[in-house]
């Protein structure tokens, strides 16, 4: 070893280096070994950046584009975007949507982290239950809590009262349909950033004899503080993206998304949807800024030397935590609830008999069954093609040595599809997809298609998702590994992984019910043999067959419901076989 | 068994050749989506070789998703889609202009105005007032009988109306209102509206669901949704206005860039048949040929007489000029009350 290391440093400037009939031969070939590792990392991220260029960027440039062209397509600079202010729907959509969005995002990350504190920081009884229940929003088609609020708070509502005269057609409609879906995105991030604490640390504190509440301050949120940036960001672009809400929920209140829908679904204006795209992705953009500032300065938490951190005994804390879980359990109880109760409603609200008429699937047209087939096998691909593409690329990203410029470049990749609202997504797809030099355009209008704009739609929280497992893990082991003579490939599959397969339950559960779920980009894209039943579901609503429809939608509910169930137990026999492994280095 | 392997293999090469025989057509619709089937048997009781694949979805997707497709057309034809938005499919030179056989017994309303025409109607849709008759005793409003009586303060704040920045049913009303009182008496209408008006909302079908649930007295919509929903139970009198009523025309077109001319000129001419227009008239009270149409349950029997004199190319020439004077006096803006 010895003898090697000095020839290591004069080898790098001398011309010896193509010369390996030297003494010190076996030093080059270490260090040719390791470039040649670093040289197939970066390719291999390169790579990963070329996918998503094809995915996101690619195609959100061809719509984009339009933002600068006349209607007929020749280039005019920014008079679209002088048309659109001067209409003035920069004061009141804009700002409207900021302050929506923004509001929106305190709410829920304040009560996700209130539920992931206290479903990790405590002991109480049936965390897992909780959980399910905590994540029922994204199993639900975005209809569902729609009907929901209307038939707890419209004027019809068995609620109304408790909004003092307010309407709930408009901001206040907006808010807590954004907070009821964004809320298990944000929870989901949280979770990830707490689940791994390390107990010295905890350990630390007892003994300086620090308070509950100086320790909350100094050990628990320090820990979730990208966790909780990232939720932040995620949360604000989700909801200022979203125009679904807004659109059944939101009256004539003005948002930058339903602005994308007037102009491109009310009047076939692309060039105009495109420059509220644009204006879109400048406060996500300004989201994203802040959050690789905030990420710089986090470091690990879970090192190779940590603790599983075990909360003690402590009943006070635990009456706290249920505490703190209570309005939120309460809220999705009362969403979910009432949109069984309304499956069963005969006509509400002037006939409340109760009946099983609204669930007999035969009345379904257009394909039901067909299109829960394909919902079921589109919701399969994504969750497989998107969890081995989100986690490989997430892996090369933190844990491989890489170029700061090109973690940079796929960071900024891989979030992007966040700022993109799913009906821009789904018409960039058209144009480029659809165009025919394009040499895969033979994709288009197969279930193949679908899969791809739906792995792309819900990168960013799986991809979040996955670094904020990643980096809690030390880079000590593959330090180790490599002392230890083992390739960072082998520490992926023997320790990362393993590590991380609770993270990587998480993101193949997310993408599977979202893709369930999901209509806002696919609804351009399925063609006449890949209906979705997501698609069926507001179709048949949209004609007045609330009864079918919310038949499907329970169906699909059941059936990411299930696939929830499947993904707990595993989670279970994880966490129980790799509690014993990590006890065992005790 | 032998017998059975050999009945099978048959059977497997009379589907063969079935599908050998069969085109395809990808046929872009707006229908209702329980009546796709009902038009796809129709036409193969007398088509048997033709299988229609149905891409549905509404109408302002529809006509987005086909022109965001116009490089590279999937469609081969549009049945049953707004004129408005084939118009517009006609500006970007995206349909094939054909006279399908008998065209002559179509309404002239009922067709493109060109001598070969760009596409041929099947039936109309029209402008309706949803009224919910329990809320209406309960806040004690008089059924209206006109449009007028829409901008009485009585109603203050118990209608309902799309957007027509979002929605094709909106514009047809804006339009229409314009084109009965003129442009002066049309606006100051709507102002006198839009003093009545808790909300307007993106769907066309939106403001008639909202009064069957009661979360509206009133909602401007159109006839057959509002049939529709009454035939489920809801408590609504529809209502069509005395001074006439906005109507629009569903149509049949043939995309350019289909490689399956003949099969889609079979199903152009096979949607102005007398059998089809029947099959229309089931939930259309009008169709495109003149003397077909049986009176419709919960539609008026004058139907024909109702609708106005619709100028489409007048509305789609001033189509911008219109929301864009509309969103300046009532979209967003208005929200602080």
């Not at chain 2, 901008?151 to 909106?170: A, D, L, R």
């Not at chain 2, 006839?223 to 529709?228: C, L």
Request: glycine fraction near 8%; proline fraction near 5%; aromatic fraction near 10%.
């Amino acid at each position: 070893m010895s003898e090697s290391d000095p020839g290591k440093f004069s080898m790098i400037d001398s011309p010896a280096l193509s010369t390996p009939t030297t003494r010190n031969w076996p030093a080059l070939a270490e260090l040719r070994r390791r470039l040649a590792g670093r040289w197939v990392f970066a390719l291999l991220l390169v790579t990963g950046c070329g996918v998503l260029t094809l995915l996101v960027l690619a195609p959100l440039y061809t719509l984009l584009s339009k933002s600068v062209e006349s209607k007929a397509g020749d280039f005019v600079g920014l008079e679209n975007f002088a048309h659109y202010l001067s209409t003035g729907g920069i004061e009141s959509a804009f700002f409207n949507s900021l302050w929506v969005a923004g509001l929106s995002t305190v709410i829920v990350v304040s009560l996700a982290f209130m539920a992931a504190w206290a479903l990790t920081r405590t002991r109480l009884p049936i965390t897992g239950w909780i959980r399910g229940v905590l994540v029922l929003p994204i199993l639900a088609p975005s209809l569902l809590p729609a009907i929901s609020l209307v038939y707890l708070f419209g004027n019809q509502g068995v609620l109304k009262s408790w909004l003092f005269g307010a309407e709930i057609y408009g901001p206040i409609g907006i808010i807590m349909g954004s907070c009821f879906w964004t809320f298990p995105h944000a929870l989901m991030i949280l979770l990830t950033a707490m689940d791994n604490a390390d107990g010295r640390h905890y350990e630390a504190a007892t003994a300086l004899k620090a308070s509950p509440w100086r320790t909350f301050w100094t050990v628990t949120v320090p820990g979730a503080r990208y966790g909780l940036v990232s939720a932040g960001f995620v949360v604000f672009t989700l909801v200022i993206t979203d125009f679904g809400v807004p659109k059944v929920i939101g009256g004539q209140f003005d948002v930058l998304a339903t602005d994308i829908y007037k102009q491109v679904i009310g009047q076939q204006k692309f060039e105009m949807g495109a420059v509220v795209s644009v204006l879109l992705l400048l406060p996500a953009m300004l989201a994203f800024i802040a959050d690789r500032y905030v990420q710089r300065k986090q470091s690990a938490s879970f090192t190779a030397r940590s603790v599983p951190y075990r909360p003690r005994q402590d009943r006070k804390r635990d009456a706290l935590g249920a505490l703190m879980l209570t309005p939120t359990v309460v809220f999705i109880f009362a969403i979910i609830g009432m949109a069984i109760y309304a499956s069963f409603v005969t006509f509400w609200p002037y006939n409340l008999d109760l009946s099983l008429n609204n669930y007999q699937f035969g009345r379904m047209d257009g394909g039901g069954w067909g299109a829960y087939t394909n919902s079921l096998q589109m919701a399969l691909g994504t969750m497989v093609l998107g969890t081995v593409l989100v986690f490989f690329n997430a892996w090369l990203m933190e844990r491989t040595p890489q170029p700061k410029l090109l973690t940079g470049v796929f960071q900024f990749l891989s979030l992007l599809p966040l700022a993109v609202p799913g009906l821009v997504l789904g018409l960039s797809y058209i144009f480029f997809f659809n165009h025919p030099e394009n040499p895969i355009n033979g994709i288009y209008g197969t279930l193949f298609i679908l899969i791809l704009c739906t792995v792309t739609h819900f990168y960013a929280v799986s991809h979040l998702t996955a670094v904020t497992a990643l980096k809690q893990l030390d880079q000590e082991f593959e330090a180790v590994g490599e002392s230890l003579n083992a390739s960072r490939w082998r520490v992926l599959f023997t320790v990362t992984l393993p590590l991380c397969l609770p993270a990587i339950l998480d993101v193949a559960l997310y993408l599977f019910v979202n893709a369930m779920t999901t209509v806002s980009a696919v609804v351009f894209l399925y063609g006449h043999d890949s209906q979705l039943a997501s698609v069926a579901v507001l179709n048949m609503d949209e004609a007045g067959d609330i009864a079918p429809a919310a038949a499907m939608a329970i169906l699909i509910t059941v059936t990411c419901a299930t696939a929830k169930l499947i993904q707990g137990l595993l989670r279970f026999w994880v966490d129980r076989s790799t509690r014993v492994w990590r006890q065992g280095t005790e | 068994m032998k017998h059975l392997k050999k009945a099978l293999a048959l059977t497997t090469l009379a589907v063969a050749m079935n599908a050998n025989a069969q085109t395809e057509l990808t046929v872009y619709t707006a229908v209702e989506a329980e009546d796709l089937q009902k038009y796809a048997e129709r036409f193969n009781e007398d088509h048997p070789d033709i299988k229609i694949n149905w891409v549905r979805d509404s109408t302002g997707v529809v006509t987005a998703r086909l022109l965001a497709e116009k490089q590279n057309s999937q469609a081969d034809v549009v049945w049953g889609l707004a004129g408005t938005s084939l118009l517009l499919l006609k500006n970007e030179g995206m349909l094939v202009p054909y006279a399908p056989e008998g065209l002559e017994k179509l309404s002239p309303k009922f067709r493109d105005r060109d001598e070969t025409p760009s596409w041929v109607g099947m039936d109309a849709w029209m402008a309706a007032i949803c009224v919910n008759t329990i809320e209406a005793e309960k806040n004690n409003l008089p059924m209206p009988s006109s449009w007028d009586d829409l901008t009485k303060p009585v109603y203050q704040g118990h209608v309902v109306m799309p957007n027509p920045n979002s929605s094709g049913t909106g514009f047809l009303d804006v339009s229409a209102w314009l084109q009965m009182m003129g442009d002066d008496k049309g606006w100051e209408f709507m102002d006198g509206l839009h003093q009545n008006i808790s909300r307007y909302t993106h769907s066309g079908s939106k403001p008639c669901k909202m009064a069957a649930s009661g979360e509206t007295t009133i909602g401007v919509s159109f006839a057959f949704r509002g049939a529709r929903l009454k035939e489920q139970g809801a408590p609504l009198e529809l209502v069509f206005p005395e001074e006439g009523l906005g109507w629009e025309v569903e149509a049949t077109a043939i995309v350019d860039g289909t490689d399956k001319m003949e099969a889609a000129q079979t199903l152009v001419d096979w949607s102005i048949t007398r059998k089809a227009m029947e099959m229309y008239n089931e939930g259309y009270a009008i169709v495109g040929m003149p003397g077909v149409a049986q009176p419709v349950k919960y539609f008026p029997e004058n139907a024909d007489d109702l609708i106005i004199d619709n100028d489409f190319g007048w509305a789609a020439g001033n189509r911008e000029a219109i929301l864009a004077e509309w969103a300046r006096r009532y979209d967003g803006k208005s929200e602080a009350k």
